[in-house]
């Protein structure tokens, strides 16, 4: 393509969310590849130049238009009351593809069993201005402390709760702490700095990268299957199996064979298949997806 008139600059999450950001690209057709010595990734796409940042300071960059757009959780936008534009909700997260939360925590033994106990007491949290807007809105006072890494071990010595997010809730546990409240529902975003945002060229490129990574979600988890019938053992395979919407029924050369095409979920495919076959399903080809576009 030589030089494009499109440059878009790219915000890539560094840290816990970069390995599942990078094959979620990959999934969509991008090939981002990063290397120890550089924040600058490579990408085989000329209208981008991507860039890795920490999430917590994605949003405030765009914000500022050092980037024209970036991948975060919606947590940090709301922590930095970013004025941007979000271009789409992406849900993935770097351990499962869903949402993660961030929730207020005490020891198991502690005395506290909701936020009013807390009065007064000591917070420990990385998203401090979020928790300060949480505890008000349930008209609570309590000092939040700025916590810079390992918050499930400050409780109880130096803080009587923490808010911390979790995907899973194994680390809290670890931990012998509860969750008693959560504080909010967070999951990756695509946004962009308002004035790329109206910018046409770089609105059609973000658009045009949002339609890939959703089709690229759309399709985690699910396989392709393709498989040939006669006539009349259709309705016996169509009973077999669940689909998208509705699978595609074509006809073959012989007039009394049909062809059928649909979409599963992965985890199914081992128990539908021998049922398929049972069915009169014959040439059985399950095949691997890399994107879904509703």
Not at 111 to 123: E, M, Y
Request: glycine share 6%; aromatic share 6%; charged share 25%.
């Amino acid at each position: 393509m030589g030089d494009s008139a499109v440059k878009l600059k790219l915000g890539i999450p560094k840290g816990s969310l970069e390995h599942a950001t990078i094959e979620l690209f990959r999934r969509a057709g991008f090939q981002i590849t990063t290397s120890s010595r550089s924040y600058f990734p490579a990408i085989d796409d000329p209208e981008i130049e991507c860039m890795l940042i920490r999430a917590q300071e994605m949003a405030r960059y765009v914000e500022d238009g050092v980037l024209d757009a970036g991948l975060t959780g919606r947590d940090w936008v709301e922590e930095n009351e970013a004025k941007v534009h979000t271009v789409a909700d992406l849900i993935y997260a770097k351990q499962s593809f869903g949402k993660v939360r961030w929730v207020l925590a005490v020891p198991d033994a502690s005395p506290f069993h909701s936020v009013k106990d807390l009065q007064g007491k000591i917070i420990a949290t990385e998203l401090v201005s979020a928790t300060r807007r949480y505890l008000a809105g349930n008209g609570v006072t309590a000092k939040v402390e700025f916590s810079w890494g390992a918050t499930e071990v400050k409780p109880p010595e130096l803080a009587d709760a923490i808010v911390e997010v979790t995907e899973t809730g194994s680390s809290l546990r670890a931990n012998k702490l509860r969750v008693i409240d959560t504080v909010l529902e967070s999951n990756t975003q695509l946004i962009a700095n308002v004035h790329s945002w109206k910018d046409s060229a770089k609105r059609r490129k973000l658009e045009d990268i949002q339609m890939l990574l959703q089709g690229a979600i759309n399709a985690l988890g699910k396989v392709g299957l393709m498989l040939n019938v006669e006539k009349k053992n259709l309705p016996r395979v169509l009973n077999v199996l669940p689909a998208l919407k509705k699978p595609t029924i074509s006809h073959l050369s012989d007039e009394e064979w049909l062809a059928v095409n649909t979409i599963l979920d992965e985890s199914t495919v081992r128990t539908i298949l021998p049922r398929l076959k049972e069915a009169g399903a014959q040439g059985i080809v399950e095949y691997p997806l890399n994107k879904i576009v509703m």
